[in-house]
């Protein structure tokens, strides 16, 4: 248990309960709004799965303890005024009780979702493949052919980039994206693998 967040929070001040804003990592939406004690917090650190406490039961409860669909800690921070909190979380399912992503009616996705959705939908793909699914093609094909597609994509954006085609250069673009969210896909990777090589660069530039 980090002694530092605890020591930030004014417990008294909020009658020993602070609300929790629950935030996808990857889309950037708000999921839910919780509450946790001392004891919810400590559980949540401890186990890397977010609990609250219950205000109707009285009780802890773990996110997802009989649906399965649990928040996987990944970052938790405490605001300037020590009455609240925000944990960053890769969410297993959908979070609210009625099947949807988020708890809220609507939500402020971020500008890059679309890369997260359409990597939901390639996992998914590979996992089902249905009929007729180019994506499943491409999986039943190999990771050869799909490597080649990688490459044949990149040749042609930067063709489109060398005609200054910039209507070109952007479609080529996207289907390389498309087919190298795929490949990272066949190789058990994914886009957040990528971007914390990024992150890391980041840090020792």
Known sequence: MDNLILNKIDWQKMN??????????????VLMLGFMNEEALSQTMITGFVTFYSRSKQ???????TSGN?????????????????????AVG??????SESCFDKTYDHPYGVL???????????????QNSYVTSLFKSGVSRIAQKVGEEGVETVIAA?????DELKNESADLIFHLLVLL??????????????????SNS
């Open 59 to 65: 009780r802890l409860w773990q996110k997802g303890e």
């Open 94 to 99: 959908p979070t609210c009780h009625k099947g």
């Open 116 to 130: 997260t959705r359409l990597e939901n939908t390639i996992k998914q793909r590979k996992k089902d493949k249905p």
């Open 185 to 202: 896909r066949e190789k058990e990777l994914s886009l957040q693998d990528v971007i914390n090589v990024l992150h890391a660069r980041e």
């Open 16 to 29: 020993h309960l602070v609300p929790v804003v629950v935030q996808c990592r990857t889309s950037g939406k």
């Open 70 to 90: 649990v928040l996987k800690l990944i970052d938790i921070a405490v605001d300037c005024d020590g009455d609240s909190l925000v944990a960053l979380v890769d």
């Open 162 to 166: 060398m005609k200054n085609d910039l």
